[in-house]
């Protein structure tokens, strides 16, 4: 038997509702804050993660999924979403509207990594991000979004860790600083800080691994090293928040991995998930879209971890589906009624009744049998007598009474007990 490849899942009727309610949330969210969505192609140019998402990072070091075609190019599937989002800004000059250019995606992403829970290697991701705009108030708004999503979920209670990391003005200087503080202690880090120090010694700061972190303690912080501009910048930052009525706490060892950031960077955790807690993770990465051929364009956004989502959503009790409507089930009595039973489901199905019928060939009790299990509402028979005169057998599959209905007014007149139904039914639900 084959079986799917390690690190990937199927996601099986049953639980897709609950993919389907949180991927509704977010498109009805998008909506109320003005995102458009964009969908960009699964695999890309090996090249554009290279330089977008940038050598030294985890993703480009170890976790691509790169293959050669059969026309020899490099490939590689989309680990992040950002890079995609900036290619297609530049190669369709979006830019050229002018303005602020709001995207969000949802989008499938690939990365070799271990599996474990909250961990995979095709996860998906929603996120957006705002190109065009340099003023905190796109910061906040793309926070605030990832908040209102959150409480909309029932997830209130987590906060935004906040931090900046500067830029090309104050940044090097840190950078500097940073490796002047780690140096002596080199030779205590993990592997992969021992890795990072040159390339990327901001990454020291959110290693994972307990000697690190306390290597880290008493490391300098960027906060007090800002300029003055990026000081300014996040101080309205915060004050926005606070008018919002966002809850964040400032956290020097927030970093984010990837290459571009400029600024602010935030993660929002949620509790529970070890190593897996960080659920949103975003930022402003003002030079990334000059760095890939555009013009001087600023951009700020998140990525928000589906999986991890549902995960947080499970754990807390906080997956309240509304259940499907009722259905309609078709059965034959007979081969007369097994040969016109497609044609009724379609009717009833034009008037916009959720229907189903035997499709396997059983005997009328199995198929009521079938029915039953289904949670019909009601059971239409349908046999060579009722087709003689005209009608159907509905049976009301709750108390079992039934009563005999003309065929042309079976859609109308169950259209209008559906009706009482819903209603019934609504008072019950609590999402
Ligand atoms: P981590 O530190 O957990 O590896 P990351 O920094 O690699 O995260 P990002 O690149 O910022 O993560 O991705 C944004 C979000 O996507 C993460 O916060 C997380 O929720 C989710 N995510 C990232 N990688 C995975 C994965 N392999 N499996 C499931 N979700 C993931
Ligand atoms: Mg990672």
Redesign the pocket.
């Known amino acids: 038997m084959i079986t799917r490849p390690r690190g990937t899942s199927d996601i099986l009727p049953g639980e897709v509702e609950r993919w389907q309610y949180v991927e509704g949330e977010i498109r009805s969210l998008c909506r109320l804050f003005n995102f458009r969505e964009i969908r960009t192609p699964v695999f890309e140019h090996t090249e554009l993660f290279l330089r977008g998402v940038g050598e030294g990072t ?1 993703i480009v070091e170890k976790e691509m999924y790169t293959f050669v075609d059969k026309g020899g190019r490099s490939l590689t599937l989309r680990p ?1 979403g950002t890079a995609s989002v900036v290619r297609a800004y530049l190669e369709h000059k979006l830019y050229a509207e002018g303005g602020a250019a709001k995207f969000y995606y949802l989008a499938p992403m690939f ?1 070799y ?1 271990r599996p474990q829970a ?3 290697r095709q ?1 998906h ?1 929603f996120g957006v991000e705002i190109f065009g705009a340099p003023s905190a108030t796109a910061d906040a708004e793309v926070i605030s979004l990832a908040m209102a999503l959150l409480q909309r979920l029932g997830l209130a209670g987590l906060s935004v860790h906040l931090n900046s990391i500067g830029c090309p003005a104050c940044r090097p200087a840190y950078r500097q600083e940073l490796q002047d503080y780690f140096r002596p202690h080199l030779a205590a880090l993990c592997p992969d800080c021992q890795r990072r120090f040159e390339r990327n010694p901001l990454r020291l700061l959110d290693c994972k691994e307990e000697e690190c972190r306390r290597v880290r303690e008493h490391a300098p912080q960027i906060l007090q090293r800002l300029c003055p501009e990026c000081r300014e910048h996040f101080e309205s930052l915060q004050d926005q928040l606070k008018q919002l009525g966002i809850p964040f706490r400032l956290d020097p060892w927030v970093v984010r ?1 990837l290459d571009y950031y400029t600024r602010t960077v935030f993660e929002v955790l949620g509790a529970d998930l070890g190593a ?1 807690s ?4 975003g930022g402003r990465y003002d030079g990334l879209i000059e760095s890939m051929g555009g013009p001087p364009v600023p951009g700020v956004g998140f ?3 589906l ?2 989502l549902l995960l947080l959503l499970e754990k807390g009790g906080h997956l309240h589906l509304t259940p499907p409507g009722p259905l309609v089930f078709v059965a034959a009595a007979d081969a007369a009624g097994s040969r016109a039973a497609l044609a009724l489901t379609q009717q009833l199905r034009r008037a916009g009744l959720t229907c189903e019928l035997d499709l396997t060939g059983r005997s009328l009790k199995s198929q009521l049998k079938q029915a039953d299990r289904l949670r019909a509402a009601w059971a239409v028979l349908l046999g060579e007598r009722e087709l003689a005169e005209g009608v159907a057998t509905v049976r009301d599959m709750e108390t079992g009474s039934e009563e005999r209905l003309p065929l042309g007014e079976l859609a109308g007149q169950l259209s209008t007990k559906l009706k009482g139904r819903n209603r019934k039914d609504d008072a019950g639900i609590t999402y």
């Open positions: 985890d992040e990365r990594e909250g961990r995979l996860h991701q991995g897996q960080t659920v949103c993770a990525g928000l971890g999986e991890r």
